[in-house]
């Protein structure tokens, strides 16, 4: 009696929970074509599906109805398909609900569509100018997922390419006065490299300088403070240097003018003096600002030098077996020094750079001398080794007379 009770307790659970994942819509819609099959296909993997969601969510209508009349009536709430411009409102229903949001995920934001309003996309579709990106042109639509699963449109790694959809189009861009090679250029920077290239989630991508949701483009006085999150101690050290003020009144913008926004270069020594210096865009050789920058590069260069010369000493060392462990872990200061004369040029202050430089150079001078040290007394041990060895073969040889002579005398008395 128990038994079959609880069978029967199972049937219903199972019949309810048939009923509770009745969808029409997608029974339906999983057996048209194209456009219209496809939102129920992609629907399996979204995010929206894994909470339990369905097409009425967001569309509206009676998904335990089989009829398509009945359950795409717009008196049961059906709205089809959602308007370009309707989109972040819809998707805020829900986003900007803590309530709701907070009851899947404590610690989920709620601003995105706040954020999105400020935004320069925001306002034009605002605007009713559907060009500009909504919500599913960054997170896809009928397959949104997790932001951190790397299939995501908005995954770091995709994004550039998310973005460049629209960026680097120029026909969708047309009716804007806006250039379309960011995509382009930021795939030779240094830092599309360090991401794409190792991996390296640390580096920026479009949204990590642009924001996601309030998308503007940095403005020239908040520049330094967007590279400057990532790059403190240069920000640091221009925010104080005596370029901040006046690249701020001629609205020059900070870091920029120097590296780029989008192509950000490797940077190297040859950004200070020779053709390649970034000075020359402003300085004349013969100004301060020009005496300065060959002034640093020269320090720079000493310094460097300096190292390559202690290094060298210190590897032929090494490769004779002889102990220079000591020496080489001394170098390692050296190198952090050129490190820092190298971030200390953004004071733009050659005093800045020689505080650095004269601190490696006495580095680099200890470790040059223990190399040398090294090498002379390895000098000193092979003479040495060589003086015992001819001693020995001398005593061998003297002893291989001596025992001769010995042995001649009695094999002669022996005859
Ligand atoms: C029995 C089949 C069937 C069912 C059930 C059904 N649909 Fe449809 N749906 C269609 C067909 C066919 C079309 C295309 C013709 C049309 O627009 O009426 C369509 C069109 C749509 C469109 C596009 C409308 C437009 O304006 O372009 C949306 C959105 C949609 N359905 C969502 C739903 C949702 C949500 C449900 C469940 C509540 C649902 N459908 C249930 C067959 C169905
Ligand atoms: C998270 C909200 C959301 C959910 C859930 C959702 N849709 Fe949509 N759907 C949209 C939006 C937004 C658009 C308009 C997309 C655009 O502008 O490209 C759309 C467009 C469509 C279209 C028109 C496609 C076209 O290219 O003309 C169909 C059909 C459709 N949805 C069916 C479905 C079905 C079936 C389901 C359930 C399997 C579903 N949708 C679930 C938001 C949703
Ligand atoms: C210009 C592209 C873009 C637009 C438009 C956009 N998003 Fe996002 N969204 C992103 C990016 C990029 C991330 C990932 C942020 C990260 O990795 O920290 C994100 C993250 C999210 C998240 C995860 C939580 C969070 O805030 O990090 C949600 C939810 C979200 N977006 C919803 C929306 C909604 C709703 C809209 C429309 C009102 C929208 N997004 C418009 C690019 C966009
Ligand atoms: C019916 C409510 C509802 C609607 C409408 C809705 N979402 Fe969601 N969305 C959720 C919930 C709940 C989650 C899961 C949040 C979690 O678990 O962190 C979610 C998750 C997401 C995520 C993943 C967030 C993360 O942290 O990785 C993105 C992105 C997202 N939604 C974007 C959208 C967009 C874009 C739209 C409009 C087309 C939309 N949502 C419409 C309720 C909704
Ligand atoms: C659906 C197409 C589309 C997508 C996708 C898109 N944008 Fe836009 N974006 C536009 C349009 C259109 C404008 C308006 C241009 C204008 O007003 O100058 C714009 C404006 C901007 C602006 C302001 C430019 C200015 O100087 O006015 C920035 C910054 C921007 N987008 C960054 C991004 C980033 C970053 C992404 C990816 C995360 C992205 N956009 C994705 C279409 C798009
Ligand atoms: C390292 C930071 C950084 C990254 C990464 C970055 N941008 Fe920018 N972007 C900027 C700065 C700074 C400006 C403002 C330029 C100025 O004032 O000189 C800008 C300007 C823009 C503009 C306005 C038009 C223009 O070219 O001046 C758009 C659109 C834009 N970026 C899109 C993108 C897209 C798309 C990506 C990804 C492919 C991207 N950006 C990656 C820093 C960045
Ligand atoms: C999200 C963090 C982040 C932001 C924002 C950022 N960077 Fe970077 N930057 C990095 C990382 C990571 C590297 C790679 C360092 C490496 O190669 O190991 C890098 C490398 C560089 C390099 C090359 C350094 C070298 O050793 O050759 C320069 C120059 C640079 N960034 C300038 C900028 C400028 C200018 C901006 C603002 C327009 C900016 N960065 C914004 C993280 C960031
Ligand atoms: C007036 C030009 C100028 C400005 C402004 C400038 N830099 Fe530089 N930056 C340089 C030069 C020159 C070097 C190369 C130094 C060297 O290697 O000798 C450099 C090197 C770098 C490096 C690599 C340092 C290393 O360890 O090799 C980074 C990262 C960097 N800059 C980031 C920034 C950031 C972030 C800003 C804005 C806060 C900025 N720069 C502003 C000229 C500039
Ligand atoms: C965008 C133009 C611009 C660039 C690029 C630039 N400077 Fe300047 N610099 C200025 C201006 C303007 C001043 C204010 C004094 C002046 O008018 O000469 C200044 C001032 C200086 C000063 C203070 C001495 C003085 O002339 O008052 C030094 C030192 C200096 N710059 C070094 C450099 C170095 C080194 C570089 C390259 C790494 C560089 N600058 C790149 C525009 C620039």
Redesign the pocket.
Known sequence: MKLSLRICWCLSLFAGLAGAAKDS??EC?SSLDG??Q???TL?SD?I?RQRG???T???GGDRTADDPEASMSRARGFIG????TA?PK??ARCHSDAALMHKYNPKQRIDQYAQYLTSVHGKRIAAGDAAAANC?DCHS??D?REVRNPLSPVHPLRLPQTCAHCHADKTHMAKYQIPTSQFDEYRKSVHWNALEQRGDLSAPSCASCHGNHGATPPGVNSVAAVCGTCHVLMENLYSKSPHQPVFQSMGVAGCVVCHSNHAVLPASDKLLAGDKSVCTQCHEPASAGGAAAADMAKSIERLAGALRRSDEALQRAASLGLEVSEAQLQQQEGREALVKARVAVHAFDPAAVNEPVSQGLKVAEATYRSGVDALAEGNRRRVGLGISLITIVITMAGLWLAIRRIERPSRQGGL
């Open positions: 819509c997608v819609h456009n219209l496809k939102p129920a629907f979204s929206h969601f369905h097409c969510d967001c569309h398909k959602i308007p370009r989109v819809l998707c599913v639509v009928h949104i």
